[in-house]
């Protein structure tokens, strides 16, 4: 199970602090909060999470990897075109609040992209295709 599909089975119960089974046939809304890039290692974890079934601990979503963003550059994540499309597109869809430093709204997509860019991500993942992400910043 990924961890985005288990809010789907399983609520969490605040009172004893635990996690209850859902009931079946109950509508769930539900999302993994956005990391902010500059946040390397909290950033790498959740998109671990998002593609590695079934982690029985956080060592074992490491893998052999000392570190979470080592993990990920080793199975792809990072490199990929299209988990930044997807984390970009998340942020902007998302962005509720003017304080959540790392979201804008989709009329500021060009502060987020020159944002991003300016991060510590390393400049070889945001280098593929500058009219890729020209073409990214104008959708609506």
């Not at 999470?49 to 074992?60: E, G, Q, T």
């Not at 510590?120 to 009219?131: A, G, H, K, N, T």
């Given at each position: 199970?990924?961890?985005?599909e288990?809010?789907?089975?399983?609520?969490?119960?605040?009172?004893?602090?635990?996690?209850?089974?859902?009931?079946r046939?109950?509508?769930?809304?539900a999302?993994?909060q956005?990391?902010?890039?500059?946040?390397?290692?909290?950033?790498?974890?959740r998109?671990?999470?998002?593609?590695?079934?079934?982690?029985?601990?956080?060592?074992?979503?490491?893998?052999?990897?000392?570190?979470?963003?080592?993990?990920?550059c080793?199975?792809g994540l990072?490199?990929?075109?299209?988990?930044w499309?997807?984390?970009?597109?998340?942020?902007?869809?998302y962005?509720?609040?003017?304080?959540?430093?790392?979201?804008r709204?989709?009329?500021?997509?060009?502060?987020?992209?020159?944002?991003?860019?300016?991060?510590?991500?390393?400049?070889?993942?945001?280098?593929?295709?500058?009219?890729?992400?020209?073409?990214?910043?104008?959708?609506?």
């Amino acid at each position: 199970m990924l961890y985005a599909e288990f809010s789907e089975l399983y609520r969490f119960n605040y009172q004893d602090r635990t996690w209850v089974k859902r009931k079946r046939n109950t509508p769930v809304i539900a999302r993994v909060q956005a990391i902010p890039v500059q946040n390397e290692e909290l950033f790498a974890m959740r998109a671990l999470l998002m593609v590695k079934k079934s982690p029985i601990s956080f060592d074992d979503l490491k893998g052999d990897s000392e570190t979470y963003f080592e993990e990920a550059c080793k199975l792809g994540l990072i490199e990929s075109s299209e988990f930044w499309d997807n984390y970009l597109n998340e942020v902007v869809q998302y962005a509720k609040r003017p304080k959540d430093g790392y979201h804008r709204n989709p009329s500021q997509s060009e502060s987020l992209l020159l944002e991003i860019s300016r991060s510590d991500v390393r400049p070889e993942f945001l280098s593929d295709s500058s009219s890729r992400w020209q073409n990214w910043a104008v959708r609506p």
